[in-house]
């Protein structure tokens, strides 16, 4: 069986929108390049489960927050991801309704993983696989050598698609067949769909 394996932000996912941003900064007191520098340069532990929800957005606004601010910032976070690319989930609804191998790999934290696993078109994906829940994050070879164990599947049986070359090539790396995302109708040409 062939497996095709979807990243999710800016894949299934559109992009946070930028008043959302605004408003994760607002809610924070921070200033919003600031708060946009330090969201990023801490994500990657945060996605790999390196840091608690309290962690992160103290480490993000450097200083400490209390469990109020952390529900509100983590609340926003999760639904500031939570905007379908409906080209995108189209494919992936026709993929699923065709019976094909269909699987999730997303770098994400347990909280969002836990609101993202609420939405409907991820949770009719029957195989999702987040980093905070595993403690690995892509690129790293070990996260895919994960997913192609838990598909029960050969690396060269996964197709997988994401819109960062450097998660890309590690698929490829892996042995896996690997597709970069640009947008949902090169995605269906790339499908042959």
């Known amino acids: 069986m062939t497996w095709i394996v979807f990243d999710y932000g800016n894949v299934l996912s559109l992009s946070q929108p930028e008043p959302e941003v605004e408003a994760m900064a607002r809610t924070a007191g921070a200033d919003l390049e600031t708060f946009r520098a ?16 309290g962690d992160y957005w103290s480490a993000v606004l450097g200083r400490p927050t209390d469990p109020t601010e952390i529900d509100r910032l983590t609340a926003l976070d999760v639904a500031s991801w939570s905007h379908p690319d409906e080209g995108t989930v189209a ?14 790999l997303s770098n994400a934290p347990v909280a969002t993983a836990d609101g993202l696993d609420r939405l409907p078109w991820i949770a009719a994906i029957p195989h999702r696989v987040y980093s905070g829940r595993i403690g690995l994050v892509k690129p790293d070879r070990e996260i895919y050598d994960h997913l192609a164990a838990e598909l029960g599947a050969h690396p060269a049986d996964i197709l997988f698609i994401d819109d960062r070359p450097e998660n890309v090539e590690g698929a490829r790396l892996a042995g896996m067949t690997g597709v970069l995302f640009t947008t949902a109708a090169a995605l269906r040409h790339a499908l042959a769909l």
């Open 38 to 53: 330090g969201y990023w340069k801490h994500r990657l532990d945060y996605d790999r489960a390196s840091l608690t929800d």
């Open 91 to 104: 494919i992936l609804r026709e993929l699923l309704a065709a019976g094909g191998g269909v699987a999730l």
